[in-house]
């Protein structure tokens, strides 16, 4: 059963960084396109990086190129989402997502940029 507990989140000010886990289960990484999700107060969760194998390409949403970092390490099972120059409007609860099951969202961490 596929399992996914995202951590990493917390308050930080603008230019701040921070870098998210995803931790998986019932299922291997290394198989799947990864990505990180963010869903902001009264807004849609959008997609904001993918990674889609180990060996593939990795995109992102034009709001966070060039700050953002995905990656993974399939030893540990894991994913991250490494952040830096934060904005106030990256403020989000973030959650990683499989393709071995796009239905399933864990419970996220929240990121707070504020100064």
């Known amino acids: 059963q596929v399992h996914l507990v995202e951590s990493g989140g917390g308050s930080v000010q603008p230019g701040g960084s921070l870098r998210l886990s995803c931790a998986a289960s019932?299922?291997?990484?290394?198989?799947?396109?990864m990505s990180w999700y963010r869903q902001a107060p009264g807004k849609e969760r959008e997609l904001v990086a993918i990674?889609?194998?180990?060996?593939?390409?990795?995109n992102y949403a034009d709001s966070v190129k060039g700050r953002f970092t995905i990656s993974r390490d399939n030893t540990k099972n894991m994913v991250y989402l490494q952040m830096s120059a934060l904005k106030p409007e990256d403020t989000a609860v973030y959650y990683c997502?499989?393709?071995?099951?796009?239905?399933?969202w864990g419970q996220g961490t929240q990121v707070t940029v504020s100064s």
């Open positions: 019932g299922f291997t990484v290394g198989r799947y396109a």
């Open positions: 990674h889609s194998t180990i060996f593939g390409p990795t």
């Open positions: 997502n499989t393709r071995a099951a796009p239905d399933y």
